[in-house]
């Protein structure tokens, strides 16, 4: 017989309950697709916008070596950025796919409800906690 305090399930702003591990409600979907929609086009302008600063040194140019030097670095430095940024973006495109099929928030290795706290920081994340962890052990 169960003594203790009722444990209440924590409920979102409009009073709906929100989901622990399992299932998204519809409201945590549609905050989520927003995040995820606004990222995106986040992601997007940063890479048009970064493009330029990747441009190769021209080698041509009437500056001191050491501004060269630097030139280079941060050619080096915007290409990483770039290609960190486009990596990112292919995870948020997939993560919208995943909506659009009606799977998002289910882990892609082990198939368990990746959960509403894990997908509000990282809402392109495709894995559990568990299975990221593994993952990167395994690296």
Same mark, same amino acid.
């Given at each position: 017989?169960?003594?203790?305090?009722?444990?209440?399930?924590?409920?979102?702003? @409009?009073? =709906?309950?929100?989901?622990?591990?399992? #299932? %998204?409600?519809?409201?945590? !979907?549609?905050?989520? +697709? *927003?995040?995820?929609?606004?990222?995106?086009?986040?992601?997007?302008?940063?890479?048009?916008?970064?493009?330029?600063?990747?441009?190769?040194?021209?080698?041509?140019?009437?500056?001191?070596?050491?501004?060269?030097?630097?030139?280079?670095?941060?050619?080096?430095?915007?290409?990483? @950025?770039? =290609?960190?940024?486009?990596?990112?973006? #292919? %995870?948020?495109?997939?993560? !919208?796919?995943?909506? +659009? *099929?009606?799977?998002?928030?289910?882990?892609?290795?082990?198939?368990?409800?990746?959960?509403?706290?894990?997908?509000?920081?990282?809402?392109?994340?495709?894995?559990?906690?568990?299975?990221?962890?593994?993952?990167?052990?395994?690296?």
């Amino acid at each position: 017989m169960f003594t203790g305090t009722p444990v209440s399930q924590p409920s979102t702003e @409009n009073g =709906e309950m929100m989901s622990s591990g399992s #299932e %998204l409600t519809p409201t945590e !979907l549609t905050d989520l +697709r *927003d995040k995820l929609e606004k990222l995106r086009h986040e992601f997007e302008t940063m890479v048009q916008s970064s493009g330029t600063q990747a441009k190769p040194v021209q080698l041509d140019e009437p500056i001191g070596r050491l501004s060269r030097m630097d030139a280079l670095q941060q050619q080096s430095m915007a290409r990483a @950025n770039v =290609e960190t940024a486009r990596h990112r973006l #292919e %995870l948020i495109n997939a993560a !919208l796919r995943r909506i +659009r *099929d009606g799977i998002y928030g289910e882990c892609l290795e082990c198939e368990e409800p990746i959960g509403y706290a894990r997908l509000k920081a990282s809402p392109e994340s495709p894995f559990c906690v568990s299975c990221q962890g593994q993952r990167e052990k395994s690296r």
